[in-house]
C-alpha cells in the first residue's frame, strides 16, 4: 500500500482555509472600497473583476507549472505573490493599487488551486479522497464565514479611536499604527500579508510527497484544448461554470452593499454577518447535497436548488428589512450542490481528455469578474436592485441545466429504504463504508 501522509493532507487543509480566507472577503469589503476611494458602482466592480479574471488567465497555464515545478515550488510561488500583492495594497492603499493587488493575489490563488487537489489525492489516499474532499471543502466554507468577522473585529475597534478598544489589546495598537486614518478595514491587508508569509516559511520547510497526476487531473496540450472547445458539450458547461461562479459573487460582493442602500444596515456589521452567514449556509448545503445525491438524479436536484435559489433572491430584492436580510443568507444554502453537479455532469459527458476539460471549466472562474463588473455597471444606470436582477439570467441558465443535460453516465443513487437500512447497520459496528461523492463550493 502506498504510504499515507496525515500531516500533508492537514496542510492541505489549512492551505484551503487560507484560500478561502483570501478569497471571499470581498463582499464585506465593498462598501468600505465605494465610500474610502469614493467609487461609483462600476468602478467597484473592477474590483472583483481584476481578482477573478486571473482565474481566466492562469488556471491552464498553472496545470502546466505544476507538471514542470513540481507542486512545492508552485505553492511557494503562489504565496509569494499573494504576499506581494497584500503588502502592496496594504503599504499603498488607492484604487489603482487594489487592482494590481487582487490580480495578483488572484494568481497566486489560482495556482494553489491547481496543485493541492491533486496533492491531497495522493498524500491521503485515492480511497479517502471523496470524504477528504468533503473535508477540505467544509474547511473553505469554514473561512469564508470566518473572514468577515475577522474584519468587523478588526474595524469596529479601530474605528473607537487611538488605541483601539479598550479589549483591542497588542494587535490592534499595532495595526493602528499602519493603517491610514479613515481606511481601517486596510488592516485585514496587514493581517493577509503576515498570514501568506508564514505560509511561505511553511510550505518551504515541508517535504511533500511526489504526486502522480491522475488522467482526470493531466493538462494536455494546447491541441488537445482546441480539440475540446468545437464540443458543444464542452462550451455549454464552460458557461454553466461562469453562470454558476458569477451568480455566487454576485450575491457575496453585492450583497452587503444592497442591504446598506435599501435597509440602512451597517455593512461593518450586520452587512459583514449576512455574508459571513451567507458562506456559512452554503457549507451546510453541501452536507445535504452528499445524502441529497445519493438519493435522487443529480439534474433533479438541480432543477429543485436553482428554482429555490430564484426564489430567495427574489425576496432578498424585493422583500422588506428583515426578509431581505435572511434571502441572501438563503441564496448561498441553495447555491451550495451547484458547483459539485455541474462538474460532475460536464466530466461525465465526455469521455475522454477530462484533465484537459477540468482546466477549461475552471477558467469559467472567470465568471465571477465579468458578473460582479456587469452588477455594477448596472447599479450605477438603472439601480442595484434592478442590477442584480442579472443574476436571474446566471441561475436562469444554471436551472436550464437540469432539462438539457445528458451525461454519459449518471450519478448513483439508493433508495430511502435503503440509505436507512444503511444507517442502522452502522449504528450496529463496523461495516461497509459507503462511498462520498465530493462536496460542492467554488475555488
Known sequence: MPRRHPWIVLLVFLVFFVISFLTNILGPLIPDLIQGFDLSLALAGFLPFAFFVAYGVMSIPAGMLVERYREKRVMMGAFALAFAGSLLFAARPSFAVALLSLFLIGIGMTMLQVAINPLLRTAGGEEHFAVNSVAAQLVFGGASFLSPFVYSYLVTRLQAGPGGAPEGGALVD???????????????????????????????????????????????????????????????????????????????????????TYHGFDPQTEGARAVALFWGLMTAGCLLGVVLLKLADSRRVLIGFSAAALASLTAALFGSATVSYYSFMLVGFFLSVMWSIIFSLALNSVDRHHGSFSGILCTGIVGGAFVSLAVGWLGDRVGLRFGMLLLYATLGYILSIGFWAHPLIDNATISVKELLARVRRGSRGPGPTPVLPEGGGSP
Request: net charge positive; with cysteine; glycine share 6%.
Open 174 to 260: 499595532l495595526l493602528a499604527g499602519l493603517v491610514p486614518p479613515g481606511l481601517p478595514w486596510v488592516s485585514l491587508y496587514w493581517v493577509f500579508a503576515v498570514v501568506t508569509l508564514v505560509m511561505v516559511a511553511v510550505i518551504a520547510t515541508v517535504r511533500l510527497p511526489r504526486v502522480e497526476l491522475a488522467e482526470a487531473e493531466r493538462p494536455g496540450a494546447w491541441a488537445t484544448h482546441r480539440e475540446l472547445l468545437r464540443q458543444p458539450a464542452v462550451l455549454l458547461f464552460f458557461v454553466a461554470i461562469f453562470c454558476y461562479v458569477g451568480s455566487e459573487q454576485g450575491v457575496a460582493n453585492w450583497a452587503s452593499k444592497f442591504l446598506a
